[in-house]
């Protein structure tokens, strides 16, 4: 039973008997997402781990983090208490019922919950109350796409406050670093971003940048990267270039894991471009922390799980 | 790194003789407070619980209630505490605490307050909340959970060995603005511009 002092506003939707199946496998999505970090980010926390300096606070901090992760899977409770920003990635078949399929969504948003496998999370920003449950106006966030494929691919990230809270959009010439309308100017903003963060992102954190769109698409895609793996290259030759110099350079920032110093301050950078208007050149910096929680699976359209996407 | 001991209720004297980079492990009674809290103690209303003395963690932590009925952490991790940076000070001076725990770093304001109040800044682990959790021994008790939510509330909890780091003592130093201050220099070098 969660710790909860108020009715909640909204009570969660009922699942029709048709989607049993898919609310228990959206509620292990969420437990999985929450406790357990997925290899490839795993991966990258041993590299830096072994980066730092032995004795030195920036080494003490990743042990601490590298603990944590073990821990956090091997009691199955969550990884962070701020079990963050709730954004689904979901594609359905063609003609699926995104409706049904978003209130189902809703209530394994409600039961992970009460199972503590979610904080609560939902505050109305009026009244500050808390909703007890994660559900209100935007929570959880759902973004639908649909595909040629009889599968539901469904992915989840759990963005915690603190790393959401230091991501940045620069606007395009930017006269105090210098910054033009190219990828070096895009360059300078995200190391400006990198540096303005220091240690409140809960580094080593990973970027997702968008290059153009407007303000809003520029940060919703800048999300999405965050499906990338932490290995997978960049197709574009340009942007993988890119990536690996604001890698490089920033980590020569020294601000460290936690910004305690060192030299990891970011496990990872992924790039993407979109299309602008001629009059706006926007740079949308999203910063992903540590406890970089990310998982998907696919399944079938009766919500039978057929593989998880990040093991 | 020294590893230092300590048992709460500290007294000044404890709380001096700490320096930036000095690794704690806390014993006893903690306090989370975080935005909520802050904002009502720099208003000057009054809090149930005697925080003299002791530490305020900065954290919303995960907890449920057992089949028992005892509360229990699942998930105790700090959270950013530059959002109380406009009222820490004030906290620090009027309701004595000797040791700030949270992540991120403070800034000016709270250092001074430190210096003159003796105070520290203790930098637990972000995003550490099972390691953290781990410490806590007892839920002891909570207030304003009716009025600020779970998260929010003021949550008592009986540690054991709960590790933070020395990032803002009381002698004027911070690691935060040393980390700053070369970060900024070498931002300057690789973008460029003259700074």
Known sequence: MATNPKAPLKTPPPVPATHTKIFETLVELIRVTSTNLPPDVRNSVTTALEKEKSGTAGEYAMKVIQRNIDIACGVSQPLCQDTGSILFFVKTPVGYDQITFSEVCEAAVAKATELGYLRQNSVDSITGQNSGNNLGPGTPTIYFEQHRSEDLDIRLALKGGGCENVGAQYSLPDSRLGAGRDLDGVRKVVLDAVYQAQGKGCGPGILGVVIGGDRSTGFSYSKKLFLRTMEETNSDPRLAELEQRILQEANSLGIGPMGFGGNTTLLGVKVAALNRLPASFFVSVSYMCWAFRRQGLKANSDGTIKEWIYK | ?195
């Open chain 2, 1 to 195: 790194m020294r590893e230092i001991k300590l048992t709460l209720p500290i007294t000044e004297e404890q709380v001096r003789s700490l320096n930036v980079g000095d690794m704690v492990l806390l014993s006893g009674v903690l306090y989370t407070g975080r935005d909520a809290v802050h904002k009502h103690l720099y208003e000057g209303k009054s809090i149930p619980v005697d925080i003299r003395g002791s530490a305020i963690y900065h954290c919303g932590p995960v907890v449920v209630k057992t089949p028992e009925g005892e509360w229990s952490v699942r998930a105790a991790g700090p959270t950013t505490s530059s959002r109380e940076e406009p009222y820490q000070a004030t906290v620090i001076e009027k309701y004595g605490i000797r040791a700030v725990i949270g992540k991120g770093g403070m800034g000016a304001k709270t250092l001074k307050a430190c210096q003159d109040f003796g105070c520290v800044y203790l930098h637990a682990v972000g995003g550490a909340a099972q390691v953290l959790a781990e410490t806590v021994k007892k839920v002891r008790g909570v207030s304003m959970l009716e009025e600020f939510g779970s998260p929010e509330a003021i949550w008592e909890l009986e540690v054991v060995d709960f590790p933070a780091l020395v990032t803002i003592d009381a002698h004027g130093s911070s690691l935060h603005a040393d980390i700053a201050s070369s970060s900024e220099q070498r931002l300057a070098e690789v973008i460029g511009s003259k700074k």
